[in-house]
């Protein structure tokens, strides 16, 4: 009962006391996760990002604080409405001044256009959502071709929670995810081991390559 509760909210934090104990948290634990996408994308001053899930919005400001150029922009989405409202409450002055868009969307339909993207970053995400590849297409659709997508996670934590019953299925599984990647015109996937401030972590890495794709010359 209690382990559903809080599977509940670990997947789509609702304003209750369980979910303000998530987000806290979340803001507590996830902040080396968060930063470290943003540094591992590689962001430029003028590049459109986004992030997935973006919960409490740690990962936002992050990001905003590199894209300095007249044409750095920063798109968030996030099913949780408790999310959507906390994280809009931290970033309010780059709402705006529109640097960054918050979207209360999942990320299955996503209201970004096609091939606008230049890095995605995303930190205990994948494993709430319902389909993989409903996911990773919808990702894949809104990339630019050769754009890089950064996903940070502790595997040894992630599988320990998911041993508890409190993560639904197996989906949080690397290897899943990456299988998504694959089967939706992401290609150098990979995962590395990193470390930061003592604390040892994981980044999957994936471009997402268009040129196999409908619609492109080099499509057979
Ligand atoms: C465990 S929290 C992680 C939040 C933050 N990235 C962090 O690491 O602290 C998962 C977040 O992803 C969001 N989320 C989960 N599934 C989603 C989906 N299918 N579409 C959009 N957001 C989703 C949840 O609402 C929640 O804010």
């Given at each position: 009962m209690l382990a559903n509760k809080i599977r509940q909210q670990l997947g789509r934090p609702t304003q209750s006391l369980v979910g303000w104990l998530v987000k806290k948290f979340l803001t507590r634990n996830n902040r080396v996760l968060e930063e470290n996408a943003v540094r591992l994308c590689g962001i430029q001053p003028d590049d459109t990002v986004l992030e997935?899930?973006?919960?409490?919005?740690?990962?936002?400001e992050a990001a905003a604080s590199i894209l300095s150029g007249p044409r750095g922009k920063l798109f968030g989405v996030d099913y949780?409405?408790?999310?959507?409202?906390?994280a809009s409450e931290r970033v309010k002055g780059l709402i705006t001044s529109?640097?960054?868009?918050?979207?209360?969307?999942?990320?299955?339909?996503?209201?970004?256009?096609?091939?606008?993207?230049?890095?995605?970053?995303?930190?205990?995400?994948?494993?709430?959502?319902?389909?993989l590849t409903a996911g990773t297409a919808e990702i894949h659709r809104v990339m630019k071709p050769g754009g890089l997508m950064v996903v940070t996670l502790?595997?040894?934590?992630?599988?320990?929670?998911?041993s508890k019953k409190l993560i639904p299925?197996?989906?949080?599984?690397?290897?899943?995810?990456?299988?998504?990647?694959?089967?939706?015109?992401?290609?150098d996937i990979r995962?590395?081991?990193?470390?930061?401030?003592?604390?040892?972590f994981q980044a999957i890495f994936a471009t997402a390559s268009k040129s196999r794709m409908p619609g492109f010359p080099e499509y057979k």
């Open positions: 997935v899930g973006f919960g409490p919005g740690l990962g936002l949780s409405e408790f999310m959507y409202k906390v529109g640097k960054v868009t918050l979207h209360h969307s999942s990320v299955e339909a996503m209201p970004l256009p096609d091939s606008s993207v230049d890095k995605v970053f995303h930190c205990n995400c994948y494993y709430f959502w319902p389909d502790k595997v040894h934590t992630v599988a320990y929670v998911a299925g197996e989906h949080w599984r690397p290897e899943a995810y990456m299988d998504a990647l694959r089967a939706t015109g992401f290609t995962m590395e081991d990193k470390n930061d401030k003592d604390i040892t």
